[in-house]
């Protein structure tokens, strides 16, 4: 069975600083796909960004950006440059093996941001 | 840019009640998801369907629950005789492809009393 672990359940950071959000998984699969959710109070579960197993280049999304470690089976989620409007629940997330299938959370973690 | 639309935002019902969560997936897209989250706690995937049938659906979809696409816009959860437990936010989710991202709606709240 898929399982998605988040060790971190609340994190703070300065505004303006850098943040590294964790998450571990584990599959048996070899092409698949990782995301990140962002769910700020009204919970609304917002994508924040998407990783392919099978690129070996990080994503970025301008201040969000995750390092893949595919061998370790890590995806973490640094913010940088954090900003009042990032604190939020974050969410890794990894899909099912079978084509369109679910997607398995992780626990969550809280982000806060002090001015 | 097209949106995952839900309704009601918010539902309030007693228990033993009835209720039906309606969804308005993104129109191309053919595969659709429950998913619920109670407060507090991480998000629970319900069921999955395709091809007007349930491709998935989890240890927590028991007989109580059902889903329908009653015409070729709406996605609906029924929840039969709600419990206090069912209390929850509802989120529904849809793609295009079984290999793109799974986009969601803005939840509904229900609340059983």
């Known amino acids: 069975a898929q399982t998605v672990t988040q060790s971190q359940p609340e994190m703070s950071v300065q505004e303006a600083e850098t943040v590294t959000l964790s998450c571990t998984y584990d599959?048996?699969?070899?092409?698949?796909?990782l995301f990140w959710y962002k769910q700020p109070p009204s919970r609304q579960m917002i994508l924040v960004i998407r990783?392919?197993?099978?690129?070996?280049q990080n994503a970025t999304e301008n201040r969000f950006s995750v390092n893949f470690q595919k061998a370790a089976k890590s995806f973490s989620l640094k913010i940088s440059d954090s900003q009042l409007g990032d604190a939020a629940m974050y969410f890794c997330?990894?899909?099912?093996?079978?084509?369109?299938?679910?997607?398995?959370f992780g626990e969550g973690t809280q982000l806060t941001v002090n001015p | 840019e097209p949106e995952v639309t839900q309704t009601p935002s918010h539902q309030v019902t007693q228990m033993g009640q009835e209720v039906i969560l309606r969804c308005v997936p993104i129109?191309?897209?053919?595969?659709f998801y429950w998913y619920r989250q109670i407060l507090g706690q991480k998000v629970e995937f319900l069921v999955s369907f395709y091809n007007n049938e349930i491709s998935e659906k989890s240890e927590i979809f028991d007989d109580q629950f059902s889903v329908e696409r009653p015409d070729g816009s709406n996605f609906t959860l029924k929840i039969r005789s709600t419990k206090l437990e069912d209390s929850a936010m509802y989120f529904c989710?849809?793609?295009?492809?079984?290999?793109?991202?799974?986009?969601f709606g803005p939840g509904t709240r229900l609340l059983v009393l």
């Open positions: 129109s191309n897209h053919l595969y």
């Open positions: 989710a849809s793609i295009r492809d079984s290999q793109e991202t799974q986009y």
């Open positions: 997330a990894l899909p099912g093996e079978t084509s369109g299938s679910r997607l398995t």
């Open positions: 990783q392919e197993a099978y690129k070996q």
């Open positions: 599959t048996s699969e070899s092409d698949y796909y």
